[in-house]
């Protein structure tokens, strides 16, 4: 967490320091180079253009146009069709709850952990935090059969929890690991302050820790939310009625279905993706902050 | 990560901070791993021990009976066709998710940090730095139906449709379900796609701890861009490197969804990787013993290159140090 505060670094061309950049001309190799880095930008987000572009098309339009030509008017009837025939508002229920709740309890459990590892530096705790990241690194169908029949035999198949409660663990084993490093580093002093002060264990962690680590708290749980949003192999497992599926899983199962028409289909793709591109544009200055927590010592 | 800053106060590493004075014992700290101990034996390790025990054991599920296999499981697996084929196919998944992303994103990332950023406005390198990295939040079940749409067969799929028009002639080619070749291409397309802003963004963080005046000091020496990114660049953001190496061989080793969403495994089972066959098997197998089998070994494979890469890690630090 140290490093990569992604400051909004001085645009370096005012920089006094670029003195010697500024005075210079950007030379055609540069401009190059610009275009490059443009033209790779917009590889990316083509997919997602052709979606808007035939997403508004009436199915006979887009049976007798090419898909990079403009809708011949503006038709509304995939986005109807995908609406009427698929519960969207449920599934979106279904992943905001599951994400929500996920990010929450996992960063309590993440803190609970870190805190015997990071500040009671209980024996061997280099051992317990690869014993948390096992729920990082072990594949995910080695876990699914099991917890397939635990769940059935606890009558929690379809149901949210089941979801919930395997993705706390695995993202909790991310949050312990991250924040018990951080806490390895928490100032002695602070804490020590506080005891004079006679704040008792649990006090202390309430009182002074949290509110210190937020920041790296409130940066866990956006990742926590995006990942689980997007999990899929486990979901799928385990969500098996109508009404349980989470966005991912309604979006292909809709796609698996023979009679779907392709402009509902672009429509249901188009209207799944507009959730994380809002969640994206606001939570953007935190994510870029948060990718390189892990990584970046 | 474990190293704390022991320059500054040596002692504090194994002691607790006493708080509060009147209970001194640790015990009061393991209380609180109970909730995370509980939850990750339950949701993580049984399932681990169930099924690295079944994998000696020939079981068709549900209440039929288990017979006890030895190491007939791991004897077949390791002359099964699909799974060797599944094996040959993670290859090529490492290629797309760690070896091009990461070749590429040390290129995008590079141009956007040197080039763009500093010539061009701070503000235009982090808007393409956030478009490189939009594919890596958006689910992957919805990357792959959106891929899916372009890549349908026949004439009504968007790629072939621009192929029709750039060649002039009616093309046709069953991407996903025609043959091995495109079919995988088409999952390590996708595989790319997602991958890519994920060591862009690393790196250029990376980027920023690399003192300027290093770049000048070249610059003025007469290195050229080429030369800069080999001798400064590179070795400066190896750390990162390795991590974005490490995070993503791992994930690759994982890798279900793109499979499962574009091909389903086919043609023919040829784009199976292991935990979708582990997935089939547990599903549709007749032998629960084999399915826990597969996936043991994957699981094992896991933990083995992640130890590997933390001690190569490790050892290179000391090496710094």
Redesign the interface.
């Known amino acids: 967490m140290t490093a990569v505060a992604q400051a909004p670094a001085p645009a370096p061309s005012e920089g006094g320091k670029d003195r010697r950049n500024k005075a210079r001309p950007r030379t055609p190799a540069e401009w190059v180079m610009l275009v490059l880095a443009v033209l790779g930008a917009l590889a990316i987000v083509f997919p997602m253009l052709l979606l808007l572009l035939n997403a508004f098309k009436s199915p006979q339009d887009y049976a007798n146009s090419g898909p990079l030509e403009l809708p011949q008017a503006l038709s509304f009837e995939g986005i109807k069709t995908f609406w009427e025939t698929q519960n969207f508002p449920r599934a979106l229920w279904n992943s905001i709850f599951i994400s929500t709740m996920v990010s929450i309890i996992a960063v309590v459990i993440s803190v609970l952990n870190s805190f015997a590892i990071g500040i009671g530096r209980v024996r061997g705790r280099t051992w317990i935090v690869l014993v948390f990241l096992m729920a990082n690194l072990v594949p995910q169908e080695m876990l699914f059969d099991p917890l397939f029949q635990l769940y059935d035999d606890m009558g929690l198949l379809s149901n949210p929890w089941s979801v919930i409660l395997t993705f706390v663990v695995i993202q909790s084993a991310f949050g312990t690991y991250l924040l018990s490093s951080l806490l390895g580093t928490f100032p002695k002093e602070i804490l020590e302050a506080a005891s004079v002060d006679g704040a008792t264990r649990w006090r202390t962690l309430r009182s002074v820790i949290v509110p210190i680590v937020r920041p790296t708290l409130s940066v866990l749980m956006v990742f926590f939310f995006i990942w689980t949003w997007n999990e899929f192999l486990l979901p799928l497992a385990f969500l098996n009625t109508s009404d349980s599926l989470t966005v991912p899983l309604l979006l292909e199962q809709l796609n698996g279905e023979r009679q779907t028409d392709t402009t509902t289909l672009i429509a249901g793709t188009l209207i799944s993706i507009i959730p994380t591109i809002i969640f994206f544009l606001i939570f953007q200055r935190t994510l870029t902050r948060g990718i390189t927590a892990g990584a970046v010592k | 990560?474990?190293s704390?800053?022991q320059r500054v106060?040596p002692r504090?590493?194994?002691?607790?901070?006493?708080?509060?004075?009147r209970?001194r014992g640790?015990l009061?700290?393991?209380?609180?791993?109970i909730?995370?101990a509980l939850?990750?034996g339950?949701?993580?390790?049984?399932?681990?021990v169930?099924?690295v025990r079944l994998s000696f054991f020939h079981w068709r599920g549900g209440r039929a009976p288990e017979y006890f296999a030895g190491l007939e499981n791991w004897v077949a697996l390791f002359s099964d066709q699909e799974f060797l084929q599944s094996f040959k196919n993670i290859l090529l998944v490492i290629i797309a998710m760690v070896i091009v992303p990461t070749l590429l994103g040390l290129v995008?990332a590079a141009?956007?940090f040197d080039?763009?950023?500093?010539?061009?406005?701070?503000?235009l390198s982090?808007f393409?730095?956030?478009?490189?990295?939009?594919?890596q939040?958006?689910?992957?079940?919805?990357a792959?139906?959106?891929?899916?749409?372009?890549l349908?067969p026949n004439s009504?799929g968007?790629l072939n449709?621009?192929l029709t028009?750039l060649t002039g002639s009616e093309v046709e080619i069953n991407w996903l379900g025609g043959q091995y070749s495109t079919a995988m291409a088409s999952v390590m397309v996708l595989m790319i796609?997602i991958q890519?802003?994920?060591p862009v963004?690393?790196f250029m963080?990376?980027l920023?701890?690399v003192d300027?005046q290093l770049y000048?000091a070249a610059e003025l020496d007469g290195a050229n861009w080429f030369q800069r990114f080999r001798a400064i660049t590179l070795p400066m953001i190896q750390?990162?490197v390795f991590?974005?190496a490490l995070?993503t061989t791992?994930a690759a080793?994982?890798v279900?969804?793109p499979v499962?969403?574009l091909t389903n495994g086919g043609p023919s089972k040829s784009t199976y990787v292991p935990?979708f066959y582990?997935?089939q098997e547990?599903i549709r197998g007749t032998d629960?013993g084999y399915?826990?089998t597969?996936?043991?070994a994957?699981?094992i494979l896991?933990?083995v290159v992640?130890i590997i890469f933390i001690r190569v890690q490790n050892r290179a630090e000391r090496k710094e140090a």
């Not at chain 2, 504090?12 to 004075?21: G, V």
């Not at chain 2, 009061?28 to 791993?33: A, F, P, S």
């Not at chain 2, 339950?42 to 681990?48: K, Q």
């Not at chain 2, 939040?137 to 919805?142: F, H, K, S």
């Open positions: 990560m474990t704390t800053p106060r504090r590493t194994d002691e607790p901070a006493r708080i509060p004075q209970d640790k009061g700290y393991w209380l609180h791993l909730p995370g939850l990750v339950l949701v993580i390790f049984y399932p681990i169930r099924n995008i141009l956007l080039v763009v950023g500093r010539r061009f406005g701070a503000r982090s393409l730095r956030a478009t490189y990295y939009l594919p939040i958006l689910p992957i079940a919805v792959g139906v959106m891929f899916s749409w372009i349908k009504d968007v449709q621009f028009v796609w890519i802003g994920y963004v690393i963080a990376a920023q701890r300027p000048e750390p990162e991590v974005v995070t791992i080793l994982k279900f969804a499962f969403i935990s582990a997935y547990f629960k399915a826990a597969i996936a043991s994957i699981t896991v933990v992640a």
